[in-house]
């Protein structure tokens, strides 16, 4: 690494820890001229596209998940604090996965399962555009299986 300063190759770390969102700061001290200056390190993943049910790919994004999971969570006891560490741990889960191509269906459902033991409310309504309810029967049978699962 070049000090950012004299451009001289050399540096020492002297402390290191971990930092938001899977990075690491690290305090380092140049060799030649002394001076000390921060760096970041991100761990890089792979890229990782998106198979839709059309079959269409696109990049992956965070912030569609982010959204989507807002919206069920809309005047909901939630936090953004909540949400945010839901998503985050939702897209650990699909990096876990190690794989370069993920369905949009299997995104969908990890949300499903994970909103399912984080608000029911908002699990029905994002399970409802999700899987395209077509009619009350259909939140009925939805709401039905939650409430068994409860007693």
């Known amino acids: 690494m070049k000090c950012p300063y004299c451009n001289k ?16 700061r690290r305090r380092r001290q140049c060799e030649n001229c002394g001076k000390r200056y921060t ?8 890229p990782l596209v998106i198979v839709k049910k059309d079959k269409a790919i696109e ?5 569609k998940i982010a959204a989507g999971i807002i919206r069920s ?6 936090s953004m604090e909540q949400i945010t560490a839901l998503v985050d741990e939702i897209e650990n889960d699909i990096f876990n996965m190690d794989k370069r191509e993920i369905s949009s ?4 459902e ?5 909103l399912k033991d984080f608000d029911s409310v908002a699990y ?23 409430l068994d699962k409860q007693n």
């Open 105 to 108: 269906e299997e995104i969908g």
């Open 124 to 146: 029905v309504r994002f399970a409802s555009v999700y899987r395209e309810f077509k009619d009350v029967n259909t939140f009925m049978d939805e709401i039905k299986k939650i």
């Open 59 to 63: 990049p992956y994004d965070k912030s």
């Open 110 to 114: 990890l949300v499903m399962n994970k």
């Open 73 to 78: 969570c809309h005047k909901r006891p939630a």
């Open 39 to 46: 760096t970041y390190e991100k761990i890089e993943n792979i």
């Open 9 to 24: 190759e050399g540096t020492k770390v002297i402390d290191s820890r971990p930092a938001e969102n899977n990075t690491i």
